[in-house]
């Protein structure tokens, strides 16, 4: 498997993009395909300013075709009575096209994730899943706190990355 920034592949951010909003549109009033597209097509991150960061990787299959998606944010996960004391960067956007599930293909990309952002210098990462903890916890995170998302349950969940 390899792991390509998302915006290389630009053809294919139109169906990850929808992919994304399929799984989390309505938990967030304001996502849609053109702005999780948007965010594929537009790798970016100003060290200097964590509410930048906006980067996503897709893992790619020996032909370079595109399995899944997964990003980096820095913040926009939670709703804002949470953000004040729920401080990113937050693991996000994980999707893996529906026919190469249960490969690895998801797994790969969190700990590939996991590792950029150990390797910008961050301490800790963050996540928040409505149905997923278990996938989380059999890799080693940790559950932190209950929230909601547009008054529907989920779990905000930590790895520890630095000493
Ligand atoms: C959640 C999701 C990303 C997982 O992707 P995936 O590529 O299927 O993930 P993996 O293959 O690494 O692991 C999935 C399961 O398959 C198992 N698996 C991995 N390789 C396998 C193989 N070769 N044969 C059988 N099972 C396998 C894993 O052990 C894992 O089991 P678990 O759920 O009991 O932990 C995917 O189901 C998805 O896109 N779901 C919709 C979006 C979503 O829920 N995203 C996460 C939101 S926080």
Not at 53 to 81: I, K, Q, S, T, Y
Not at 112 to 135: D, P, S
Request: hydrophobic share 40%; with cysteine.
């Amino acid at each position: 498997m390899q792991f390509v920034p998302s915006a290389s592949i630009p053809e294919a951010a139109q169906r990850f993009a929808e992919l994304q909003n399929r799984e989390w549109g309505h938990l967030y009033p304001d996502a849609s395909v053109e702005r999780s597209r948007f965010d594929l097509l537009n790798n970016r991150y100003d060290e200097s300013d964590l509410t930048t960061l906006r980067l996503a990787w897709f893992a790619c299959n020996e032909e370079g075709e595109p399995l899944g998606v997964a990003m980096l944010v820095g913040d926009g996960e939670v709703e804002p009575r949470d953000e004040r004391d729920l401080e990113g960067p937050w693991f996000a956007g994980l999707v893996v096209d529906p026919a190469f599930r249960r490969q690895g293909v998801g797994a790969a990309l969190l700990d590939f994730v996991t590792e950029q952002a150990r390797l910008f210098g961050f301490q800790r990462l963050r996540l928040v899943t409505e149905h997923k903890t278990k996938f989380y916890e059999q890799r080693g995170w940790t559950i932190e706190r209950v929230v909601t998302l547009n008054s529907v349950l989920n779990t905000v969940m930590f790895i520890t990355l630095g000493p």
